[in-house]
């Protein structure tokens, strides 16, 4: 079964071609950073047009340098949501669209639950059942996973995503939009010792969180301080510090809470370098696995999408010719195909 994979939920443009015997067969991701950084954020308008650009050429590129014809194809898989709306409506339209035209099914993925299943492209992918840790930019879950389409959500932010805290505080630090890979290198080289900021949320049961306060903390501490070079880099450590110990005590205790010994941790934030140690050590101590996408497919990506979608598919789903866009569709709303 060989799935098209079509991915423009924010400011990537996406597509890939997996298949469900030889595995992926290549990919290609288009960042919109360029067009948003002048803005110090995404601009929907701006990104759904962008989309439309600029989809029809990468999969022409796609298609090019894998050697495979749209004929070959046997289902298409797009993002359907959650995410922004113009930007959603451009992949699902084009992919609704050309399974129409090739008589094939298609199926709208949820772009949380291509993350969540991101890690089954490694060589070594998890058995279910697992906890998955989600950080994106736009969204922070912890849910049970007992297989595809069974997600129990534990905990969920009150406020920002870990993602969006990294940007907007590196913003404060002076870095590009989406600044938080920029803000993880500078934090390689800041003092952990020189600032504490707080651990939102871990002074109370429970698997939520919170993060929009470490955000209000680095600007007072900047403003007391100054926004000296050595300075930064000591408020990114003092933050990545606070957010990557955040994650990784619930983590823990959704491990305990749940009985699980797997740990899949995805979405933009889970490229962090520091998270992804601190991780690994917390398995060692739970006698957990974990099991992260490579860094490519942390972030967005097609990838992620056509293997989702082409598990659907496996299972016969295929949808009507209504096309699907769900700006705030929820991951415990998905049912198992
Ligand atoms: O999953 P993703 O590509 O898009 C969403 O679905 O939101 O996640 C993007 C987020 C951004 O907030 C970006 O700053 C963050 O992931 N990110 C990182 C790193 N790489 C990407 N945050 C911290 N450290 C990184 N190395
Ligand atoms: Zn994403």
């Given at each position: 079964?060989?799935?098209?994979?079509?991915?423009?939920?924010?400011?990537?443009?996406?597509?890939?071609?997996?298949c469900?015997n030889?595995?992926?067969?290549?990919?290609?991701?288009?960042?919109?950073?360029?067009?948003?950084?002048?803005?110090?954020?995404?601009?929907?308008e701006?990104?759904?047009?962008?989309?439309?650009?600029?989809?029809?050429?990468?999969?022409?590129?796609?298609?090019?340098?894998?050697?495979?014809?749209?004929?070959?194809?046997?289902?298409?898989?797009?993002?359907?949501?959650?995410?922004l709306?113009?930007?959603?409506?451009?992949?699902?339209?084009?992919?609704?669209?050309?399974?129409y035209?090739?008589?094939?099914?298609?199926?709208?993925?949820h772009?949380?639950?291509?993350?969540?299943?991101?890690?089954?492209l490694?060589?070594?992918?998890?058995?279910?059942?697992?906890?998955?840790?989600?950080?994106?930019?736009g969204?922070?879950?912890l849910?049970?996973?007992?297989?595809?389409?069974?997600?129990?959500?534990?905990?969920?932010?009150?406020?920002?995503?870990?993602?969006?805290a990294?940007?907007?505080?590196?913003?404060?630090?002076?870095?590009?939009?989406?600044?938080?890979?920029?803000?993880?290198?500078?934090?390689?080289?800041?003092?952990?010792?020189?600032?504490?900021?707080?651990?939102?949320?871990?002074?109370?049961?429970?698997?939520?969180?919170?993060?929009s306060?470490?955000?209000?903390?680095?600007?007072?501490?900047?403003?007391?301080?100054?926004?000296?070079?050595?300075?930064?880099?000591?408020?990114?450590?003092?933050?990545?510090?606070?957010?990557?110990?955040?994650?990784?005590?619930?983590?823990?205790?959704?491990?305990?809470?749940?009985?699980?010994?797997?740990?899949?941790?995805?979405?933009?934030?889970?490229?962090?370098?520091?998270?992804?140690?601190?991780?690994?050590?917390?398995?060692?101590?739970?006698?957990?696995?974990?099991?992260?996408?490579?860094?490519?497919?942390c972030?967005?990506?097609?990838?992620?999408?056509?293997?989702?979608?082409?598990?659907?598919?496996?299972a016969?789903?295929?949808?009507?010719?209504?096309?699907?866009?769900?700006?705030?569709?929820?991951?415990?709303?998905?049912?198992?195909?």
């Open positions: 079964m060989l799935s098209l994979g079509i991915e423009t939920s924010c400011d990537e443009t996406a597509v890939a071609l997996y469900t030889h595995g992926l067969l290549g990919h290609r991701v288009h960042s919109q950073t360029t067009v948003h950084n002048a803005y110090g954020g995404v601009v929907p701006l990104a759904a047009r962008d989309h439309i650009q600029k989809l029809c050429p990468l999969l022409d590129v796609l298609l090019d340098a894998t050697g495979v014809s749209k004929q070959a194809l046997h289902g298409i898989a797009y993002t359907a949501g959650p995410g709306l113009g930007a959603l409506l451009v992949g699902a339209a084009f992919g609704r669209s050309l399974a035209g090739l008589g094939i099914p298609a199926v709208a993925v772009h949380m639950e291509g993350h969540l299943l991101a890690p089954m490694e060589p070594e992918p998890p058995a279910f059942p697992f906890v998955a840790l989600l950080v994106s930019g969204h922070t879950l849910v049970d996973v007992r297989g595809v389409g069974h997600y129990h959500i534990l905990g969920d932010t009150l406020d920002d995503a870990a993602g969006e990294f940007d907007k505080t590196a913003k404060l630090l002076g870095l590009d939009y989406p600044g938080g890979a920029a803000l993880a290198r500078l934090a390689v080289e800041g003092n952990p010792r020189r600032f504490r900021f707080p651990r939102p949320m871990l002074d109370r049961p429970g698997l939520d969180f919170s993060f306060g470490l955000k209000t903390h680095a600007l007072i501490t900047l403003q007391n301080t100054g926004a000296d070079p050595q300075t930064c880099r000591d408020i990114a450590r003092a933050f990545e510090d606070a957010v990557v110990e955040t994650l990784a005590e619930k983590c823990r205790r959704a491990l305990r809470q749940t009985g699980r010994h797997r740990l899949v941790v995805a979405g933009g934030v889970s490229a962090n370098h520091a998270l992804r140690q601190t991780l690994q050590t917390l398995g060692a101590e739970e006698h957990a696995a974990v099991y992260f996408p490579r860094p490519e497919f972030t967005d990506n097609a990838a992620m999408i056509a293997y989702a979608g082409g598990q659907r598919m496996l016969g789903t295929a949808e009507s010719l209504a096309i699907h866009a769900d700006a705030r569709w929820r991951l415990d709303q998905l049912t198992p195909p």
